[in-house]
Structures are given as C-alpha cells and as structure tokens.
Nanobody, 123 residues
Framework: QVQFVESGGGLVQPGGSLRLSCAVS????????MAWYRQAPGKQRDLVAT???????NYSDSVKGRFTISRDNAKNTVYLQMNSLKPEDTAAYYC?????????????????WGQGTLVTVSE
C-alpha cells in the first residue's frame, strides 16, 4: 500500500504564506511526476501544481507566480510553498500521483487519497 500524508495547513491572513508537505510512504520503487490538488468547499477537486522527476513544474493559472512546488526525492516528499495567499485559496490540499512499487506493480493515482491538509485564508 502507498500512503500520502499531507501537513502544514492552517489559518493565515490574506497576503500570508504557508508551506505544505506531503510525505509518501509504502513499498516505493520510484516516483516520477508529483502533484498537488485542492478542493474548496462545495467544489470539485482541481489540479494545482505538478513537478516531474526532472524538476519541470507546471501550475494552474490561479496560482502561477504565487505558489512553488518542489520535491525531495531522498525523502519521497513533495512541497508546496504558497505565498501571497488569497481567500479564494481556502481549500483542503492533497497530493496524489502514480507510484511504481517493488514487484513491478503500480499504485495509480486516485486509488485512494490522503486526509489532506486544510488551508484557510481569512482576516
């Protein structure tokens, strides 16, 4: 089994910053692309940012220029640095991506999700 554990969320004022972490554990052979998603109350879950194994990043238009995704391959961890936060960034944030497991099998994105970490941006 592969587990995602997100952390780092909290309450922050508009314009503030937070750094989210997602640690992946389990029978991991390799991780290629990694990704962060978010789900605001009453809305669908949306892709926020991705990072390839080579370090190429992509962002949704709504966070481009404010958020930075990074990874530590030795720790099987992906980060999301969030700056200039806005009330519309309020959401539960999740990481989820394919993971190659030992034994030539795969954990496929969406098989299950972690608990997420809640970010609230408010005065």
């Amino acid at each position: 089994q592969v587990q995602f554990v997100e952390s780092g969320g909290g309450l922050v004022q508009p314009g503030g910053s937070l750094r989210l972490s997602c640690a992946v554990s389990g029978s991991i052979f390799a991780i290629y692309a990694m990704a962060w998603y978010r789900q605001a109350p009453g809305k669908q879950r949306d892709l926020v940012a991705t990072i390839t194994s080579g370090g190429t990043t992509n962002y949704s238009d709504s966070v481009k220029g404010r958020f930075t995704i990074s990874r530590d391959n030795a720790k099987n961890t992906v980060y999301l640095q969030m700056n200039s936060l806005k009330p519309e960034d309020t959401a539960a944030y999740y990481c989820n991506f394919d993971v190659a497991r030992y034994g030539s099998s795969w954990f496929r994105k969406d098989e299950h999700w972690g608990q997420g970490t809640l970010v609230t941006v408010s005065e």
